[in-house]
């Protein structure tokens, strides 16, 4: 990332510039204070097993020893000593297993967040991996947020473990299940293991269920304000002759708009719905007799996998966009699977470069397209993913903005209204790389997913067609 500064141009500027410029320079004064104290930690249990390493009883020994060391430490810092001792031994297995990681974090360029991310990914990994592994993390580091990095890292270090992928995920799914935990109050709480693709496309159904129903209660919302203007008189008064049919209605709106339920709340709600009944209740989207949309709502999930993957030619692990990565037999199968149907994308295997896109469910290569490109939000360190964001155009259509791939991208919603609400702005260079500018004039550089031979898909109703 790069950054210019041009302050002073609206009200208030010059003093945020100072203000950003100082939060700037005491984060990078954090991170090496940080580093600095980790490597302190590091250093009293290193302390220790040297002190103790020839005692007979060496085991217990340490273990006293450094459970007198964390509680005097912990005195110092007013924290508990399992706190102090567990942070010893994260400590020293930066400094220890990770030390270019703890020299990043010490001159300011990663955060606390990516060493968490580096340790976290890397502690699965044999000792002959880590180096490596840790030279192209903080590559990725350096250029990015802890949650993009993460996804980055996720298939990198599968690459790396001793054992695949495709036989870890076999012996996990024997954990699979599910089960209750009372809580208080005559409440508890559902506990499920699943496979990741299964959650995941779960909880986008959930999701989307319940944004339908959100959606509907604010359109209801308008036609109730809407009806209440026409049949109310200046006095506030209701006008005499009101149709029954336009009093249902009314009734009708007043029923949904009075639901005052959170995302989570309806997510919960429909869920036990589905497991009690198998449909869901009340459908406030239905007219009349007739079914409303909630039911024809199926979850989506976007997968990125390899075509010699699909092939059986290597057994990579694939990516669940936004979330980890997925094992190549459940890839294959998904694939493979006549109940479902996929849309899929080919790359170029040098440029990576879009080549091909199916058309057989409907003329849309182009929506295809950008989310096989983008695969998550395009505001820099976002990670929703591109299926749950809007594509937006980035120079504005209606200000005489194409509709083109170079002149679209992902948002989620909440950096979509920061582009259109605020004096943040946008424009998109050639191979999709936005280039976003702060009101303070900070250049902010968001590149595509690296480049790779690949399929993306997600599920639908329709009927599949040959790949």
Request: glycine share 8%; charged share 25%.
């Amino acid at each position: 990332m790069s950054s210019t500064v041009t302050p002073g141009a609206f009200e208030g500027d010059d003093e945020l510039v100072a203000l950003v410029a100082g939060i700037e320079r005491t984060t990078k004064l954090i991170a090496a204070a940080q580093a600095e104290q980790s490597r302190y930690l590091a250093e009293v249990g290193q302390l220790a097993q040297r002190l103790t390493a020839s005692s007979p009883q060496n085991v217990r020994d340490h273990d006293m020893l450094i459970r007198s060391y964390a509680a005097e430490i912990g005195g110092v810092l007013r924290v508990s000593d399992r706190t102090v001792q567990a942070r010893i031994g994260r400590a020293r297995m930066v400094a220890e297993d990770y030390p270019a990681t703890l020299e990043a974090w010490e001159t300011g360029r990663i955060g606390p967040g990516h060493v968490t991310v580096i340790t976290d990914l890397g502690a699965g990994l044999p000792p002959e991996a880590r180096e490596r592994f840790e030279e192209a993390a903080l590559v990725e580091c350096e250029a990015t947020t802890p949650g993009r990095a993460r996804q980055a890292l996720q298939l990198l270090a599968e690459k790396a473990m001793p054992e695949s992928m495709e036989t870890r995920h076999r012996r996990a799914r024997e954990t699979r299940s599910v089960r209750v935990v009372p809580l208080p109050d005559a409440m508890s709480e559902m506990i499920t293991i699943l496979p990741t693709v299964v959650a995941a496309g779960s909880f986008d159904r959930l999701t989307e269920m319940a944004r339908t129903i959100i959606d509907h209660r604010q359109a209801s919302k308008r036609e109730l304000q809407a009806l209440r203007k026409e049949w109310v008189d200046g006095l506030g008064q209701e006008i005499p002759g009101m149709p029954d049919e336009v009093r249902e209605r009314r009734e009708e709106l007043e029923l949904i708009a009075s639901d005052t339920r959170t995302l989570d709340q309806i997510r919960a709600d429909i869920l036990g719905q589905l497991l009690v009944s198998g449909v869901p209740d009340g459908d406030p989207t239905a007219a009349g007799d007739g079914p409303g949309v909630l039911g024809g709502i199926r979850g989506r999930v976007q997968v990125v996998v390899a075509a010699t993957t699909l092939l059986g030619v290597d057994d990579d692990a694939a990516d669940l966009v936004g979330k980890s990565p997925v094992d190549p037999d459940t890839a294959r199968e998904m694939a493979g699977s006549p109940a479902n149907e996929w849309e899929r994308v080919l790359t170029d295997p040098v440029t990576g470069a879009v080549v091909a896109v199916d058309t057989y469910r409907r003329p849309k290569p182009m929506d295809r397209l950008l989310k096989a490109r983008d695969r998550t939000c395009r505001f820099p360190g976002c990670i929703m993913p591109a299926i749950s964001c809007d594509c937006d155009h980035t120079d504005d259509h209606h200000h005489g903005g194409e509709t083109s791939t170079c002149n679209q991208a992902h948002l989620c919603r909440r950096h979509h209204s920061l582009k259109h609400h605020t004096r943040w702005q946008v424009r998109q260079l050639p191979g999709g790389v936005l280039e976003w500018t702060s009101p303070l004039g900070r250049v902010y550089t968001d590149m595509p997913p690296p480049p790779t031979v690949m399929v993306s898909f997600r599920p639908s109703d329709d009927t599949p067609a040959p790949f």
